[in-house]
């Protein structure tokens, strides 16, 4: 099966430092997609970054970047100069050829001033 | 552009009873798929339609359908619910299939449908 893992139920960190959110995925596949989206209380799922399989470059997006690591199976993300409006819930997202969206369980993420 | 619009925000019912969501997707996205958000499950997925055929289905009971309007618009329909269907129902829409794997595949979430059963 194809699965998923985030590591850090929660994370907490200061206003203007950074801090990187973990998660690995198991597939057989060689094409698919990853991502990270963000959910606020709101509850609005909003995409933070996207990263095709196939490309080496890690894809960045503003203060946020992530480290793929295909041989590995990892997916990190980094944000730098963290803001309060960061603050939500993080999900990593594989997406594999022919099938749909599979989630990790999500990372709580709190910004403090 | 208006974005992924889910209605009703809330709703409240009780086991056994049925339940239809509505969604409306970005104008000119044509495909649509459909999430379950639990806090014990997490997220999981329901079916995808696109061009008014379901194209993609998770693995959920028979209880749980869908179908797709020529104007790309999707309802969810779940039938004799049970406690355990309380959850954030998530309507997403791309442009093409979520499989194309072409720089279009990204999805749009809307706010989702919070279902309450009692």
């Known amino acids: 099966a194809q699965t998923v893992t985030q590591s850090q139920p929660e994370m907490s960190v200061q206003e203007a430092e950074t801090v990187t959110l973990s998660c690995t995925y198991d597939?057989?596949?060689?094409?698919?997609?990853l991502f990270w989206y963000k959910q606020p209380p709101s509850r609005q799922m909003i995409l933070v970054i996207r990263?095709?399989?196939?490309?080496?470059q890690n894809a960045t997006e503003n203060r946020f970047s992530v480290n793929f690591q295909k041989a590995a199976k990892s997916f990190s993300l980094k944000i730098s100069d963290s803001q309060l409006g960061d603050t939500a819930m993080y999900f990593c997202a594989f997406m594999p050829a022919g099938t749909a969206l599979i989630f990790g369980k999500g990372t709580t993420l709190s910004v403090s001033s | 552009k208006a974005g992924v619009t889910q209605t009703p925000r809330y709703l409240i019912k009780t086991r056994g009873q049925q339940v239809t969501l509505s969604c409306s997707p970005i104008?000119?996205?044509?495909?649509v798929s459909w999430y379950q958000q639990t806090p014990g499950q997490g997220l999981q997925f329901l079916f995808e339609y696109f061009s008014e055929t379901q194209r993609n289905k998770g693995n959920f009971p028979g209880r749980f359908s869908g179908r797709q309007f020529s104007n790309s618009r999707s309802e969810m329909n779940v039938s004799t619910l049970e406690l355990g269907d309380s959850a954030l129902y998530l309507c997403?829409?791309?442009?093409?299939?979520?499989?194309?794997?072409?720089?279009?595949?990204?999805?749009?979430f809307g706010a989702g449908s919070r279902l309450t059963v009692l």
């Open positions: 997403a829409s791309s442009l093409s299939l979520n499989w194309a794997l072409s720089g279009a595949n990204v999805l749009t």
């Open positions: 990263q095709e399989a196939y490309k080496q």
């Open positions: 104008s000119g996205h044509r495909s």
């Open positions: 597939t057989s596949e060689n094409n698919y997609y």
